[in-house]
């Protein structure tokens, strides 16, 4: 993702990244190297819907996720998503144009371009949340488990 930045800098967008891991001094020490001012570590939170909910964008940049529940995040606090496309259950939850948008981060300049394009649009959050909430609301899964294990 912050290769994706270095194609961002002179643009008025900040990269706010939460949570801690074993790549976390290599992150800072690439955000120094890059002179990424635009880039904010935030560290762990225990409270990342503080973010999401006023976020503009939330960017998944995984290389694979199983089923992304942090995309259902976003969309239930209705925040529009941009993410990679890789394998997993993605395209299972992102309704281009409705709550979100899929495209290849390993292309950085195309994917930075992508995240100018989607901010630049007008997203409406009620919409992003019912896309959501009809799909995957706990009543609707809840139905669709009782159905699959009653044709077991």
Known sequence: MLKV?????????????LGDGKEREQLHQMKNDFELENVI??????NPYQFLKFADLFILSSRYEGFPNVL??????????LANHCPGGISEIIQPGINGEISEIA??????RKVVEVLSKNHDYSTIKKSVKSRFSKEIILHLYEEL????
Do not use: M, P, R, V
């Open 5 to 17: 930045f270095t194609y961002l800098k002179d643009e008025k967008i900040l990269l706010h990244i």
């Open 41 to 46: 570590f935030h560290g762990q939170q225990k």
């Open 107 to 112: 292309n950085h300049a195309e994917f930075a």
């Open 149 to 152: 294990l009653s044709n077991i």
């Open 72 to 81: 259902l995040e976003a969309g239930a606090c209705g925040t529009y998503s």
